[in-house]
């Protein structure tokens, strides 16, 4: 092993000279380290062992045995553990610390980590573990990642189960963890509570201890819980920050610098059951084929100001987090659901998009201000389509739709990607029990105000890149090359064709898929160009809408739940002199952007793409479990499934009109060899060719629906579901010949891979 260090003096080391290594050593030091440093044998290695716990006891450096530091100072190199995201930046402490010391650990600011090929790396976010260079200077420590570390937290979030000898084990509630942790430590928890662990030590055989109890995991609103947890969802707001925002709700309106709109019938037009209301619509006709529209924006910046407390936790945050049964929002309620709110009958500060549409549907002008308006209605999207479609709406819908038509037509004329993708619903009763799952219908008041946004989100863009503003862009790129080779060979498979060498456009998807007339091939084709498309995310660097068909496009309209307009809403405020007089008190004199966000505007937009994500996930997720419990009371029952997705141990298929995707695994298909076609995206039989292929429609028989982790498995309806066990239970097994111990339900033993999992790669001749 190459040392950087120099050579150190041979035999038992001052307690100085210990320190002096553990500070300078280029790997974690750990007592194996020091003892090969210093060249020590034998009776050295007793006498170093008792050396290092007096300096520990002295407070010289901690109790680790595996990797030692300086109390008070950090290791050259050591992991770190992200505890924090401010400002764009990554704060983190060393991952060893304990939790119980007196002193309070050294919080190190991370420096950008670089990917492969000198790339950006994906951003950091709370809870990532890295190995990171650090030090520390006279404006405090600092820390330089080499490479990211995988995580230790990963399925420590699960039920207590106590086996027939009296040990306690940690069942995960994530589906992809297939094994439980023995529990070391169980505190007050009880069988059968859901807790949240940490490791013991750095093996993953180590066992965890309990460190909180969430209680009992299938009382209504634990899945989300579950989830929050899970994902490290920041859900309580600090006493700060309520008490800003309590402040920050109490700010004066200026009639004198504001545009008053307050006589306009703007209607705002959300979900039955939306909990805020950032954006509201009006139009009327200009006389020449075209419409004069508005597109009123809670003025949220106006409220949460740039440096403020309220400002450093909603960037934490990037975005609600929607559930089934809560939100976690971005903003504290007194904001998100009352003062920013744009609801009936009250005053509320707005940003407002002026449009002028002309007879083709092209937005030909446009200009922002900061107004006042009062909404003159909060109207559901089933009950606004209802007043349309009774042939007698009112004048203002009738204008809406009138101006919609145009704006639609212009969009078919760009020929954005159309992808009909289903999004499921879960409606609660008031126990919090699971009322009813279906899948949200598709109306024409979700088109209109989704064009509308459309349409406020490229006129803000574009207002900002004629001033040379900064830009919070929302990219979605043109699929990769790689994608698209994948997509080639797919199509191959069907007797389709995709040509590389042409330019690749949304509408190149549109005809392909409108090509296609058989509606079960039609689901293949969608879900290979669904997985062919790039994930969309925000940053200041344009590199257009692929999906929208569009140039330059940003998010704008929803600044209570997402921190990325926010920004665009501050850079407007420069751009074009909004700003509001300064507020009395002690909040922050401004509402455009700080020099702070200027400079850090990659930092800043990498993280909330992370946050984004972080909430897709968890909502995913929640969605999962919620449905697995609601089907836990159907297993045996035989449903309309289609196939999303295959892989060589079996593939992947959710019920149609309902979701949540569940495992067929290959050893259910019989004793058949099936192969796994990768290019076609099949599991294939080696006698009878039977073929399993993306969206295949077929029906199966549930076998399992675990509600804790969200996971369904299916079997063909011919299976044998007899052996199902009941859900909670654990099959009892018989001891194996080969098994060296057994702790509970917990077997040790022969290694390699389980007899019932079918080898998949080639077969030997």
Not at 305 to 325: I, T
Not at 581 to 605: E, F, H, V, W, Y
Request: proline share 6%.
């Amino acid at each position: 092993m190459t040392r950087s260090s120099p050579k150190h003096p041979q035999g038992l080391p001052t307690k100085k000279q210990v320190l002096d290594f553990i500070q300078s050593s280029d790997t974690p030091a750990g007592k194996r380290e020091i003892a090969r440093a210093f060249g020590l044998k034998g009776q050295e290695k007793i006498k170093l062992k008792a050396l290092l716990k007096d300096m520990a006891e002295e407070g010289l450096i901690d109790g680790k045995r595996t990797a030692y530091h300086r109390m008070g100072g950090v290791p050259k190199v050591t992991v770190l553990r992200v505890v924090d995201i401010e400002d764009g930046e990554a704060i983190a402490i060393p991952d060893n610390w304990e939790p119980d010391a007196e002193e309070k650990p050294p919080r190190l600011t991370l420096r950008e980590m670089k990917g492969k090929g000198g790339k950006r790396a994906p951003a950091l976010k709370r809870g990532d573990r890295v190995l990171a260079r650090t030090e520390e200077r006279e404006s405090g420590w600092i820390a330089f990642p080499m490479k990211k570390l995988p995580a230790r937290s990963e399925g420590l979030l699960g039920v207590v189960e106590i086996d027939k000898a009296g040990k306690a084990w940690l069942a995960p509630v994530d589906k992809r963890i297939r094994s439980s942790s023995p529990i070391s430590d169980v505190g007050e928890a009880e069988a059968g509570q859901l807790v949240l662990c940490e490791r013991t030590g750095r093996s993953e055989r180590s066992g965890v201890k309990v460190i909180e109890v969430i209680g009992d995991p299938l009382a209504p609103g634990a899945f989300s819980l579950i989830a929050i947890a899970k994902h490290g969802i920041p859900h309580i707001f600090p006493d700060a920050v309520h008490e800003e925002a309590r402040r920050a709700s109490n700010l004066k309106l200026s009639e004198s610098k504001r545009e008053d709109l307050r006589q306009l019938p703007i209607v705002a037009i959300d979900p039955a059951d939306a909990r805020d209301h950032d954006d509201a619509i009006w139009a009327e006709p200009d006389g020449k084929g075209g419409y004069n529209a508005l597109v009123a924006i809670a003025d949220v910046s106006f409220y949460v100001r740039p440096g403020s407390a309220l400002d450093r936790e909603a960037r934490k945050r990037g975005n609600s987090v929607y559930f089934p049964d809560r939100v976690v929002p971005m903003l504290p309620e007194i904001l998100s659901a009352d003062v920013c709110s744009l609801v009936e009958d009250e005053t509320r500060a707005a940003m407002a998009c002026h449009l002028h549409i002309d007879g083709e549907g092209k937005v030909t002008k446009f200009r922002f201000t900061r107004a006042l308006v009062k909404i003159h209605q909060n109207i559901a999207y089933e009950d606004a389509q209802r007043e349309v479609d009774s042939g007698k709406p009112p004048e203002y819908l009738e204008h809406l739709w009138g101006a919609w038509k145009l704006l639609a037509a212009a969009r078919h004329k760009r020929d954005p990607l159309e992808l009909d993708l289903p999004e499921r619903r879960v409606q609660l009763n008031d126990k919090g029990d699971i009322d009813e799952i279906a899948v949200r219908e598709r109306l024409d008041a979700h088109r209109v105000v989704e064009d509308f946004m459309i349409a406020a989100n490229v006129a803000a863009a574009k207002a900002l890149e004629a001033k040379n503003a900064p830009v919070v862009y929302r990219i979605h790129e043109t699929p990769a090359r790689e994608k698209l080779i994948a997509l080639r060979d797919y199509l191959q498979t069907l007797g389709m064709k995709l040509a590389l060498g042409q330019v690749i456009t949304p509408g190149l998807f549109n005809r392909m898929l409108k090509d296609v007339s058989d509606e079960a091939e039609k689901a293949q084709v969608m879900e290979a160009v669904l997985r062919s498309q790039m994930q969309a995310y925000y940053g200041p660097a344009n590199a257009g809408h692929f999906g929208l068909a569009l140039s330059s496009y940003a998010h704008f309209t929803s600044p209570i739940r997402r921190y990325s307009d926010l920004l665009v809403h501050r850079a407007l405020v420069d751009a074009y002199g909004l700003e509001q007089p300064k507020p009395p008190g002690s909040l922050p004199a401004t509402t455009g952007l700080s020099d702070r966000d200027r400079s850090n505007l990659s930092q800043i937009t990498d993280a909330i793409s992370q946050t984004e994500r972080r909430a897709m996930e968890a909502e995913r997720d929640t969605i999962d479990r919620y449905v697995a419990a609601w089907l836990s009371g159907r297993v045996g029952e035989t449903f309309d499934t289609r196939i999303t997705g295959v892989q060589g141990f079996g593939f992947f298929a959710t019920i149609e009109g309902l979701g949540g995707d569940g495992l067929v695994p290959i050893s259910t298909l019989g004793s058949e060899y099936f192969s796994h076609d990768e290019a076609a995206h099949a599991l294939i039989g080696e006698k009878s060719g039977t073929r399993f292929t993306v969206g295949d429609r077929l029906k199966l028989k549930l076998a399992e629906a675990n509600a804790l982790t969200g996971a369904l498995k299916f079997v063909l309806p011919d299976s044998d579901t007899s052996a199902i066990e009941p859900r909670g239970r654990r099959p009892e097994r018989k001891p194996r010949r080969d098994a060296q111990k057994k702790a509970g339900n917990h077997t040790v033993g022969k290694r390699g891979r389980p007899g019932n999992i079918r080898h998949q790669g080639r077969r030997r001749k």
